[in-house]
């Protein structure tokens, strides 16, 4: 701000928040770069996205989607929700699934898992949080219920870490997503459509692979869900 008249664009009430009006300042240099190194950027996005990528991940600040995979803007479909679920019984979800892969024909799926997960910590909580929260993580609860209850079947002897259920819950939310109407519609009709399961470490900021790519329902055993 300068002299205490309004900004054009801004509007008067975020003009009192520095931090805000931060932000303006931000985009309008931002889009400024963009058209410097690229005058014709933003004139080829109106109207159209053809992004190859539908990125399933965590709401959380530290991961964000494009930025840690250096893509611009129309290169990635982002849908990010606390702790990445899958749940096909999640409208926002679901109708983001359906027009990444029928409207705009993706070729990957791609779950992302992140270390010190909030979410994945709040799911190994003694006490089931309350609230939309505690609904929202009820399978997460129960697919950490599972995973002590194989791991005691099995003697391992060894309580399940946060990174252990963190990488499972990225296999459950791809073998969700292999058996999702959606997919496997889209499957049925020959789409070259992969799944893939990655996770990221927020200490060194790279990804890995947690399984390997799923390309058909029989990629994956029965069963799998939770
Ligand atoms: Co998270």
Redesign the pocket.
């Known amino acids: 701000m300068t002299g205490g008249l309004p900004e054009p664009g801004i509007p008067a009430a975020l003009q009192e928040d520095c931090a805000l009006t931060e932000l303006f300042d931000r985009n309008r240099e931002w889009a400024s770069r963009k058209t410097a190194s690229d005058p014709g950027f933003f004139k080829r996005l109106v109207g159209q996205q053809r992004p190859r990528y539908f990125w399933i991940g965590?709401?959380?600040s530290r991961?964000p989607a494009t930025e840690i995979v250096d893509l611009d803007p129309g290169e990635m479909f982002v849908h990010r929700n606390?702790?990445?679920l899958a749940n096909p019984d999640d409208p926002n979800f679901q109708a983001a699934l359906q027009f990444a892969v029928e409207a705009l024909e993706v070729d990957h799926i791609i779950v992302v898992g992140?270390y010190g997960?909030?979410?994945?910590d709040a799911a190994m909580a003694g006490t089931e949080p309350g609230g939309a929260i505690g609904l929202w993580l009820a399978p997460l609860r129960k697919l950490y219920r599972n995973t002590c209850a194989s791991h005691d079947a099995n003697r391992a002897g060894r309580a399940v870490s946060s990174e252990e259920l963190c990488r499972r819950n990225v296999s459950a939310q791809v073998a969700a997503l292999a058996a999702n109407p959606v997919v496997l519609a889209a499957w049925s009709r020959g789409a070259p459509l992969m799944l893939h399961g990655w996770v990221y470490a927020i200490g060194d900021g790279l990804l890995e692979a947690v399984q390997p790519p799923v390309d058909s329902a029989q990629c994956l055993p029965a069963g799998k869900l939770e």
């Open positions: 965590c709401a959380d991961v606390v702790a990445n992140h997960c909030g979410g994945v």
